[in-house]
């Protein structure tokens, strides 16, 4: 509770990285919980790399997580096992997202199943201009071929890498 907490009042915090911090769901709740309904406008850079959030309830979490950061411009979500659950959950926040530009989700473990979530149906994540996702060639599928080619159809298109993570450099 206490970092969620110390956000809801801070409106100098432009930038967090909590990577490798393994706070889990548990973790991800308490500081959504501690948050409060207190919306943040100065958070921009959110790193939750390898924290270990996963499936439908860390999926769920992050939504409320991005409902609250609105000004949140990056978010990187590397090594957390969400899942194709996971995906479900967070594509609900992430249509809440206008002013995310960059989102990284290399070793999401999203699979075919769980791309297909993350694939907008309207006018959300327009403003998306780098993305970052790491999806083994046995799981690229008609439904990553739709994810890649709608956000490669924007004006202007993202940034999109493709890879793995040994060939991922910051």
């Known amino acids: 509770l206490g970092l969620g907490q110390?956000?809801?009042?801070?409106?100098?915090?432009q930038t967090l990285v909590l990577n490798g911090c393994m706070i889990g769901n548990e973790g991800l709740e308490n500081m959504v919980t501690g948050f409060g309904e207190t919306k943040n406008n100065s958070l921009m850079h959110l790193n939750l790399e390898s924290n270990w959030i996963?499936?439908?309830?860390?999926?769920?979490?992050?939504?409320?997580?991005?409902?609250?950061?609105?000004q949140l411009k990056v978010l990187i979500l590397t090594n957390n096992p969400l899942g194709p659950l996971g995906a479900r959950a967070l594509a609900l926040g992430l249509a809440a997202a206008i002013h995310l530009k960059w989102l990284e989700l290399f070793n999401c473990e999203f699979g075919n199943d769980g791309v297909k979530y993350l694939i907008p149906k309207?006018?959300?994540?327009?403003?998306?201009t780098n993305l970052r996702s790491c999806l083994h060639s046995e799981q690229r599928s008609k439904n990553v071929s739709i994810f890649y080619n709608y956000y490669l159809k924007l004006s202007p298109p993202p940034q999109v890498i493709l890879g793995s993570l040994s060939h991922y450099a910051p």
């Open 6 to 13: 110390g956000m809801a009042g801070n409106n100098q915090l």
């Open 54 to 70: 996963k499936g439908a309830e860390g999926g769920r979490q992050l939504s409320l997580l991005l409902q609250r950061f609105q």
């Open 122 to 128: 309207g006018q959300e994540n327009r403003s998306l």
